[in-house]
């Protein structure tokens, strides 16, 4: 079993390859079964992208946030008697 696919770091890559391998089911390059043993390798990489988006947006929100906190403690401190 050989199938050439495309690039699987990006979700659009990894829309493309899971589109490849349904098109060669569906002209019978690959059966149904060799087909289905290529979807946990892409199913792993979408989790991986989509650990690495999460955890860049948890670290751009913690940098909010710690750059917010500072300036709400200087208000609560100025409006503080």
């Known amino acids: 079993m050989e199938i050439e696919l ?3 770091s990006t979700v659009e890559g990894i829309n493309q390859a899971l589109d490849r391998i349904i098109q060669a ?3 019978g390059e690959l059966s149904p079964a060799e087909g289905q043993s290529f979807v946990p390798v892409i199913e792993t990489r979408r989790k ?8 860049e947006r948890l670290r751009r929100q913690g940098a909010v946030e710690q750059a917010v ?3 709400k403690q200087t208000q609560s401190k100025k409006t503080a008697p």
């Open 48 to 55: 991986a992208i989509e650990t690495g988006d999460m955890m």
């Open 69 to 71: 906190t500072p300036a």
């Open 6 to 8: 495309p690039e699987t």
């Open 25 to 27: 089911m569906g002209k």
